[in-house]
Every structure is written in C-alpha cells, then in structure tokens.
C-alpha cells in the first residue's frame, strides 16, 4: 500500500468537500476526529469479536449487498474493510489538515490481540485530541496512524485489499458530492 498515494487521493476529495461547501479556513479536526472514533466504532461493531455476549463473534466479511433469487446473481461485499476504510478516509484527513502527510512516519505496532489494538486506538484518539501544541499533535497522530496500520494485521487484510478499497470508496465519495450526499 502507498499512502503517500492515499494521502494525495484524500487531498483532492478534502479540496472539494471544501470548496463546495464553503469551508475554507475551518478547523475542522473536532469534527473529524469524532467521525474517526465513529468510524472506529462501527469498525469494532463489524469485527464482532468483543461481543462475549452472542455466540456469533464472527466478523462481518461477506453480505449479500441486495438479496436475489438466484444465489449467482448476488452481489457481495465486505462491511468489515468498508469501515476500515472509512476510518483511513479520516485518518488521512486529519493528517491533510494538519500537515503531517508530508512526512508521514509509521512504526511497528507490538500489540496483536484486537481487543487491545481497538481500545488502544481509542486511547490515542482521546490524547490526539487532548494534546496541545503541534509537536504532541504530531506525535499522537503517528501513533494514532501506526496503530491503526498495525489493527490491519489483526482483521487480516492485505495492504492491496486496503488500498482498493480505498480506492473505490474514494470514487463513492465524490460521487456523493456530485449527488448532494
């Protein structure tokens, strides 16, 4: 996976977001920081595996996107790497806006349970948020980012699975914003 590349296809959807709807000089790290903690939540919710509770912790990879009558006719997809995707979607925003796309540094994540890697997520989140100065910002950001790259791992996808994904949520997007989503 690129993610110089992804941080580029970001930018140019970010741009259009904020040209069309007015949003230059916003501060919009707020807003995208609970959308990435949304995200990460419908994540977690689709990876099933904290839920001690059912006795289907299985992850949600393969849904019938429209049911059919013919089982060959149905189309498939994978909920689970859609909401991966959709918390990189933030997660490269964020870096955008704050500039930490330029030399953007991931390091290897030790922790491998998932359980751990969620909560650990949520917990760069909040000190990302909580920090000030744009040295602390930096620092949580990577670590917010390497983490996240390293829960890969853990949900079993592949960087090429990631970044086609990527790709066609990306094209999704724009789309949206040409239909007034």
């Known amino acids: 996976m690129n ?4 941080f580029e296809v970001q ?3 970010d741009d259009r977001i904020t040209k069309e709807h007015s949003l230059e000089g916003y501060y919009l790290i707020p807003e995208k920081t609970l959308a990435l903690q949304v995200e990460l939540g419908e994540l977690a919710n689709e990876w099933r595996g904290f839920k001690f509770w059912s006795k289907d912790q299985s992850p949600r990879i393969k849904v019938a996107k429209r049911p ?3 089982y060959d006719d149905i189309e498939w997809h994978n909920p689970l790497l859609e909401e991966y995707v959709d918390c990189l979607h933030f997660l490269l925003s964020i870096g955008l806006e704050l500039g930490f796309h330029r030399d953007a540094e991931v390091y290897l994540v030790k922790i491998t349970d998932p359980i751990q890697m969620f909560s650990k997520q949520f917990q760069l989140i909040i000190q990302f948020e909580m920090s000030e100065g744009r040295q602390a910002k930096q620092n ?3 670590g917010m980012l390497s983490q996240f790259l390293g829960l890969r791992k853990s949900l079993r996808f ?3 699975q ?3 994904a990527y790709l066609e949520k990306n094209k999704i997007n724009h789309d949206r914003q040409a239909t007034g989503y």
Do not use: D
């Open 11 to 13: 930018k140019i959807l």
């Open 158 to 160: 592949t960087w090429e």
């Open 68 to 70: 059919s009558m013919n």
């Open 162 to 164: 990631i970044e086609q």
């Open 140 to 142: 949580y950001y990577y």
């Open 3 to 6: 993610i110089k590349k992804l």
